[in-house]
């Protein structure tokens, strides 16, 4: 195809011939048609497209979290003739952004030459993302042709939730089993709380031993300890459109999100085996398990699970009882922004299981948006009394925290455990 400037040119030149014609001057008319000839012969002696570009994308990461940067080195080489003008464009998706450099790039390319293009981008929110196709555009100034063309390259990125460390979270199983962990169990065994003395038995360590016991006994007595041990937990997450309120990366859903991703970690910190439930766009399931494999994936679950309702939440404690035990402590993350999702919670703990229910406040998003002034003010105290009542009844059947999002979410649930137990 003709460029602009050659479009241009024949369009002055047509125009010149027939003002050329109705002027009956000939010299305008032959050199008009001089100019029409040569972008004709042009036309018809050029060969095929001849652009031969080979495109290569390196990430310097194939997963980052919220905060942190992602390098992109884009390679594109000339395998074919000189190219006069070269314009690429690597195309980012809605939730990227650029923090460094440029991802449009205007250049020129000799036969073999290779245009390195690097630049950053940085998430604006979690999620999983894929950058790509590359546009390119040549231009032959010398040959008058202009020639576009898409790349199908698409270099997928996972952007997970940033992971607010929790110091402590005073969230325990139901019951511990076998193997080491933080809770403190109702039996003796290797720990740090003391539990009292016995005596010294064979294959027992000589550090155990308590000496100033032993100074007034006949025998040699060892210290005994509390044995901690880990347990099974089941973080559960209502992402339901419902629970999309505001928009990210500020939202509800995004807030709740971040929310499971520091419960997960913590408990998996104090060596619980914990499991995923996501409830969403589809239904996300994974079997409690340890460690940071176990981590990673369920953080890539919370950013593949997208808001949707292809699954009823009311049938949760059904699924429940098929996949996993009740000796299962249950962690359900929801606004609790409808009947539904508090009927699940209250079907689940009279089903046998031991639900603590961690709820994001909706109050502080909801008063930000819509009506002002007395209306707004009248709005935000129905909000508020209608959230008291229910989780008041909640709380009948399960731990519910009542979680201020401007309020670091450990101490959240510490307070509310702390209460309990006093």
Avoid: C
Avoid at 171 to 199: C, F, H, L, M, S
Wanted: hydrophobic share 40%.
């Amino acid at each position: 195809m003709l460029t602009r400037k050659s479009g241009l040119a024949v369009a002055f030149a047509l125009w010149v011939f027939a003002l050329g014609l109705l002027l009956t001057n000939a010299p305008l008319m032959l050199a008009s048609v001089a100019v029409v000839i040569y972008f004709t012969l042009v036309r018809i002696t050029e060969p095929g497209p001849h652009v031969d570009l080979s495109v290569e994308r390196i990430l310097d990461a194939d997963s980052i979290y919220e905060g942190e940067t992602a390098t992109v080195t884009l390679r594109v080489r000339n395998n074919g003739a000189p190219i006069t003008t070269l314009e690429v464009s690597d195309a980012l998706p809605h939730g990227l952004r650029l923090s460094r450099g440029s991802n449009l790039a205007l250049t020129s390319l000799r036969r073999g030459e290779t245009k390195t293009i690097d630049y950053s981008v940085e998430p604006v929110v979690f999620g999983s993302y894929e950058i790509g196709p590359v546009k390119i555009r040549t231009t032959d100034l010398g040959r008058n042709r202009t020639e576009e063309r898409t790349v199908e390259s698409l270099a997928p990125l996972l952007v997970y939730p940033e992971i607010r460390y929790v110091n402590r979270m005073t969230i325990r199983p139901v019951r511990t089993k076998n193997w080491p962990g933080e809770t403190v169990a109702r039996r003796t065994g290797p720990g740090i709380d003391y539990y009292g003395v016995r005596e010294y038995a064979s294959g027992d360590s000589l550090r155990r031993v308590n000496w100033k016991a032993t100074s007034r006994s006949e025998d040699i007595l060892i210290n005994k300890f509390l044995h901690e041990a880990g347990g099974d937990i089941l973080v559960v997450l209502d992402s339901r459109p419902v629970s999309e309120v505001g928009s990210p990366p500020n939202s509800l859903l995004t807030r709740s999100t971040r929310a499971a991703a520091a419960i997960t970690y913590r408990l998996l910190r104090d060596r619980n085996r914990v499991g995923f439930l996501g409830i969403g766009d589809t239904l996300a399931s994974i079997s409690p398990g340890f460690g940071k494999r176990q981590f990673e994936k369920i953080l890539v679950s919370l950013v593949s699970l997208g808001s949707g309702e292809d699954w009823d939440i009311e049938n949760l404690p059904r699924l429940l009882s098929i996949r996993f035990s009740r000796q299962t402590r249950v962690i359900f993350i929801s606004p609790l922004m409808d009947e539904s999702s508090a009927e699940a919670v209250i079907r689940t703990s009279t089903s046998g299981y031991s639900v603590i229910v961690v709820s994001p406040s909706p109050l502080d998003i909801e008063g930000s948006v819509g009506v002002a002034g007395d209306e707004r003010r009248v709005a935000e105290k129905l909000l508020d009394l209608r959230r008291r009542v229910l989780l008041s009844s909640l709380g009948r059947y399960a731990t519910v925290v009542d979680w201020d999002t401007t309020e670091p979410l450990g101490d959240a649930v510490n307070r509310v455990a702390e209460q309990r137990a006093a």
